[in-house]
């Protein structure tokens, strides 16, 4: 197992490796976001507090490595060193642009291997916390990766905050089931899965439904994405854009009268004419999403107005 030396501070993103107890191995990516109030840059931060960000990444075999480090562009400091974790999916190499899945990575892409592996990589990972540091531990879901996000912060009580992004705050069947109401281009593929679920295949690892196996469909299935959120009791920052072609019109209403979160307790940042990668016609939103994840970490009392 290649793990990078935490006394180092760099912008840079390490491409490592892990090991996994049955023998296989999954890259992933170790970023080390320093405190840059010393530069004047931004408030001075609380040097006894790191923040450790486990990213769980989108759909699919592109490798999130494309977009590092820029991705975390914004996440600068005023709540303290961050140090962030995003571990692929298996047979996802560090450059792969996700235009051809190989038949390895379909067969091992379905929840239960995500959940496993992610718990095995953020428990090593957490056992090496210097005994001198206050960490905030993070679990931060992009996209699919939301629907893992939780579960994983429920398995580990250390867990402090939970990050919800580019997500409709509803299951993954839930929102096809809705999206296909109101695309019609949609109708067709929803009724065409609902028929394959029905009956288990011989071998639910290789009978295929759009591209993915009848195992990854049933399993994320039975993700009880809202009762997950609603098991949870820390703070959640969900943040997505309007223009997000996945997330239903009527997400936040929908979330905020299943869930019913306590008072104070979510965050929630709608960026205007984003899509799904916060981006809109005329401005990117991503760092400004960084800026107000690096504030609300910080416990700021003022935040930006689009966080209600």
């Known amino acids: ?21 049955d023998g296989a191995y999954a890259n992933y990516f170790y970023l080390d976001k320093e405190n840059h109030a010393q530069s004047g840059l931004v408030q001075a931060a609380d040097s006894s507090h790191e923040n450790w960000i486990f990213v769980v990444g989108g759909s699919g075999c ?29 047979h996802v190499a560090a450059q792969d642009d996700g235009s051809n899945c190989s038949a390895a990575f379909v067969q091992d892409d379905h929840f239960s291997r995500w959940q496993a592996d992610q718990l095995e990589f953020i428990r090593f990972q957490l056992a090496q916390v210097p005994t001198d540091k206050t960490i905030r531990v993070v679990m931060m879901g992009i996209s699919e990766g939301a629907e893992l996000a939780p579960v994983l912060a429920l398995a580990l009580p250390v867990t402090t905050h939970l990050v919800l992004l580019a ?72 943040a997505y854009g309007d223009a997000d072609a996945l997330i239903p019109k009527d997400a936040k209403s929908k979330l905020q009268q299943m869930v019913k979160p306590a008072s104070g307790q979510w965050r929630i940042c709608v960026f205007p004419g984003a ?34």
């Open 1 to 21: 197992m290649l793990q990078p030396v935490l006394a180092q501070s760099s912008s840079a993103a390490q491409s490592l490796s892990f090991r996994f107890a």
């Open 62 to 90: 592109a490798s999130m490595g494309r977009y590092l480090p820029g991705y975390f562009r914004g996440l600068e400091g005023e709540s303290g060193v961050s140090r962030i974790w995003l571990l692929q999916k298996r």
């Open 167 to 238: 997500h409709s705050g509803d299951g993954a069947m839930g929102t096809y089931q809705t999206l296909a109401r109101a695309y019609g281009h949609m109708h067709s593929g929803w009724k065409q899965l609902q028929a394959a679920l029905r009956l288990a295949p011989a071998d639910p690892d290789r009978s295929l439904i759009h591209g993915r196996s009848w195992r990854y469909w049933s399993e994320i299935r039975a993700v009880e994405h809202q009762s997950n959120l609603r098991a949870w009791k820390g703070p959640v920052l969900w």
């Open 275 to 308: 899509d799904h990668g916060l981006r809109s016609p005329d401005h990117a939103y991503l760092p400004d999403f960084m800026w107000q994840l690096d504030r609300w970490l910080a416990s700021y009392s003022v935040l930006d107005p689009c966080l209600e």
